[in-house]
């Protein structure tokens, strides 16, 4: 047995009958829901309940990511939108066109995150644009957090229709 046939072997190509996906797949959810605009919700809701210096610190962490992040948008956004679109149009047709199976599931990881990445840069304009502050900064980026956790829901499930028809239909052996 080569070296190749190892490596493929372990890490198995065919991707929605990989464990090593389903895990992926859970932690990018998880990770995406659990930070809302590159601060941890868990500060959030110290922020709420504790008020004080941890809300202070809160909108000071608010406002440098949402600063960073629309900086980039404006500096190279442009650029990101069509290197992104020609990324997702290359996997979607490699994957749904030439069913290459592991394009469709870097499609299916992307795509959503693409969409998350919408609606993060929207809601930073939204938090800038009211100078969002106390319970109306809450507030914005508990929504922001039900959006993602939303987009999540909707994309776990599809990706899951997708792979079980993906492991129905063309089986083990690949044919």
Known sequence: MSFYQSVFELIDMRSFSNLWFWIALAVMWSSASHWVLGVPYDMVLRARRNGGQIEQDLEDLVRINTNRLLYIA????????????FLLTTLCVLGFVYRVEFA????????????????????????????????????????????????????????????????????????
Do not use: D, K
């Open 74 to 85: 404006n500096v190279s956004g442009l650029w990101m939108l069509a290197l992104g679109c």
């Open 104 to 175: 469709q599931a870097l499609f299916l990881l992307g795509f959503p995150m693409s969409l998350v990445g919408l609606i993060s840069l929207s809601t930073a304009r939204l938090i800038q644009h009211e100078m969002s502050q106390g319970e109306q900064l809450r507030a914005r980026l508990t929504r922001h957090r039900l959006y993602v956790q939303m987009t999540g829901v909707i994309s776990i499930f599809v990706t899951a229709l997708w792979g079980m028809y993906q492991n129905l239909s063309v089986g083990p052996l690949g044919g």
